[in-house]
């Protein structure tokens, strides 16, 4: 109810600083002169956070009695410094315009942890907030508190980026598997068991020496492990993956059979994939495209790779 209390009082005093605006999107009407009014229709607030690629911004975590976990926003700053707290806020809005204004009270003169609140209104007078803590340290204790907070910022910004790489890779992963759904390849039984399994692993990274899809895969790290889980051990190498078994002449290649490449054409077997039916095989390619389904005919007219040797292990 407090909380709830400031932000409504945070709110008015805003309104005395900002004015009312009009909306693009309004409802027309007339107030009691005659006067064309408008009423905005958007209700939605700002989006508001920290700006966490600030050096002296930190994320720290507080637990109550009940085991509730939250996140607070505290600055470190040094005594004596002036402090732009606006600076450490992003906010964003459909309309595009954003207020930002910021409440209480921080002695950058005196050693303490101060609270402020800052808020964002748009257009629409729509309103949300933040609480930030203003941590103010002496000059030296900041000066010797740098090194930690730029490894704090090095984790964080590594810790962002691979979240994103997650969210790329598993959009990827979604996209690929959608791909080999239109294609109908995953849908045999009985010994196009590999590569039907084969098929549920498009979509995971190239990792150089990778044999598993917690890390990732290489190709020949890819072909074991498909194998393996099938109860069939095949050698780690490309080499030994083909001539591990009989060979096959492409005239009679089927699901699940080892297709090896050259990329120069020779006998040097640099890649292997496995085949899964329709002209497809599916293969750990590189680290740019991860494990994917490439049509065969396609990759060796483009010179990806010649093909030396199909072999049937199963």
Known sequence: MKKNFLVILMLLLSLSLFGFKTESNPTNGLDDEGTTITVSDDTEAPVIGAKLDELNLLEIETEDEEGNVAVKYQIQY??????????????????????????????LNEVGVYELVVLAIDES?????????????????????????????????????????????????????????????????????????????????????????????????????????????????????????AEVSIENIAPGDIIAFSGSYSNNITHVGIYVGGGMFVHAANPRDGVIVSDLARWVRIGAGGIVRISRVA
């Open 125 to 245: 007078m729509n309103a949300s907030s933040l609480k930030l803590e203003v941590n103010v340290i002496t000059a030296e204790d900041y000066e010797a508190k740098k090194a930690e907070l730029e490894k704090i910022k090095e984790e964080r910004e590594a810790r962002i980026a691979a979240e994103k790489r997650a969210a790329e890779l598993k959009k990827r992963r979604e996209e690929m598997q959608a791909m080999v759904a239109n294609l109908g390849l995953n849908n045999a039984t009985g010994n196009n068991a590999i590569a039907n399994y084969a098929l549920t692993l498009v979509g995971l990274p190239y990792v150089g020496g990778g044999t598993s899809p917690s890390t990732g895969f290489d190709c020949s790290g890819f072909v074991q492990y498909v194998f393996a889980q099938n109860g069939i051990s095949v050698g780690r190498t490309v080499t030994s993956q083909a001539y591990g078994g």
């Open 78 to 107: 040094p005594i004596g410094s002036e402090l732009e707290i606006l600076n450490y806020v992003e906010a964003s809005d459909d309309s595009g315009v954003v207020n930002l204004t910021s409440y209480g009270m921080v002695n």
